[in-house]
């Protein structure tokens, strides 16, 4: 999907509902806006249910100031017009209410966005705005003063979040982005102390490029790549809905034969891709025309080492995520599903995934089908694309059911005998 290509209106309804799709703001809350070339901006209305937003409930501010819509424009106009006054480089704002978010504004605190490094890379220094009120031209004056300081992300004291970006895609990348930071502190202080990344391991991170390989020209799709990658968009959309991915995080691999494999590409919206968007890799070369995860080295890696792995899956959802930004360990001896799909969950350091991709494919035997690498991510392996998305599932929930277990009590894990009994009765190596 080309998204710069779609009407303003168009743009603003189709992510109005996925945040609002995704419990990210409510029916009442949150406005989205794009400033286009001739410097109209689009606005979302004030009053109007956002779960069922159209293009004619869009308003437009012409740059003559003129309204034109069938309703007003939201009460929060104010500071989206002075944001595209005083940074003429944002050409969209997103502003919103997601819970976690709320948390931090109304403890007055900036999410920590060394966790992993992707949320710095994405989101940048975060502002805070202080209290003003809702759609006052004075709360405008304070968000817009965080603005002109560089940030692109501002928190509103006991409000919410702002975010601009080039285009409305972008900032909400970076608003999706903000939000999986902020649960992720959130379950990483209730299990223990988070461990954030030094200012040097942020860099050390940036020379996870793309991988420089070669080019080939795919003449041959057969029946069972077409299933593959069919399959694929099917689970990757699925991990996207339950929050296993985020829009442009996380890669699905699956192998074809022993010289082939499909893999997820670089920085394509995780909501909406498509089966061409899939990229093949074979015999060490990539799809002419295509760029593949940056992880793709370490998915050849593990196919090239491990003939019983059939697909690889890495993400960062935000439970299991905590144990990987705390030294806290994780024990899948929980319930017997856990055990008997996750078994032991090594946790590797930060950059070995990329720095020493054949190492780390040397980790997952048949005992050991996962790990965790510290700040970054889980890696998951499966005989199949759906035994590794039934891995993921249980291991994220498995962290988010041990994580609701610190609230009620101290945890009894499955005794040795019982662990012995499921390694006979299911006959596991």
């Known amino acids: 999907m080309n998204f710069k290509l779609l009407h303003p209106a168009d743009q603003i309804v189709m992510l109005m509902k996925r945040i609002y799709g995704y419990g990210m703001t409510t029916t009442s809350g949150g406005n989205l806006s794009i400033i286009d070339e001739e410097g109209n901006i689009w606005i979302s209305p004030a009053g109007v249910d956002k779960g069922s937003l159209t293009f004619n409930d869009i308003i437009c501010i012409k740059a003559n100031g003129d309204i034109i819509g069938n ?30 978010l709320v948390a931090f504004s109304i403890a007055r605190k900036i999410p920590d966005t060394h966790l992993i490094p992707n949320i710095n890379l994405v989101c940048g220094g975060v502002g805070m705005a202080e209290y003003g009120l809702p759609g006052s031209i004075e709360l405008g004056e304070k968000v817009v003063k965080e603005f002109i300081k560089g940030s692109n992300t501002v928190i509103l004291e006991n409000h919410g979040i702002v975010v601009g970006g080039e285009d409305l895609f972008k900032a909400f990348m970076a608003f999706e982005t903000m939000d999986f930071c902020a649960r992720l502190e959130i379950n990483a202080n209730i299990i223990g102390k988070t461990s954030p990344l030094t200012n040097e391991q942020i860099e050390i991170s940036k020379i996870k490029n793309n991988a420089d390989i070669e080019e080939f020209v795919s003449e041959y799709y057969g029946s069972n790549e077409r299933a593959i990658r069919r399959e694929m968009c ?42 061409g968007d899939l990229v093949k890799i074979s015999k060490g070369k990539k799809e002419k025309g295509k ?37 806290e360990v994780f024990d899948s001896r929980t319930i017997p599903e856990s055990y008997i799909l996750l078994r032991s969950v090594p946790k590797i350091p930060f950059g070995a995934s990329f720095m020493q991709p054949g190492l780390t494919a040397d980790i997952f035997k048949k005992d050991t089908p996962i790990a965790m690498v510290e700040n970054d991510c889980v890696i ?10 039934d891995r993921l599932e249980v291991l994220e929930y498995s962290a988010k059911a041990i994580i609701a277990a610190k609230h009620i009590g101290k945890i009894v894990t499955i005794s040795d005998t019982h662990i012995n009994d499921l390694i006979k009765a299911f006959h596991l190596e």
């Open 380 to 389: 998951v392996t499966g005989s199949s694309l759906l035994n590794a998305f």
């Open 71 to 100: 309703h007003k424009p939201s009460s929060e106009y104010p500071f989206h017009q002075l944001i595209y006054k005083t940074r003429p480089d944002i050409k969209a704002v997103v502003h919103a209410h997601p819970p976690a």
């Open 291 to 327: 760029m593949p995860s940056r992880s793709v080295l370490m998915h050849q890696e593990i196919y090239k080492r491990h003939p019983h792995v059939n697909s690889v899956i890495i993400a960062h959802p935000p439970n299991i995520m905590a144990f990987a930004v705390t030294e």
């Open 234 to 275: 099917q689970l990757i959309h699925r991990a996207y809905d339950q929050e296993l991915f985020t829009s442009t995080q996380g890669t699905f691999s699956q192998r074809i034969d022993e010289d082939n494999f499909v893999i997820t590409p670089y920085n394509t919206d995780r909501k909406y891709i498509e089966v």
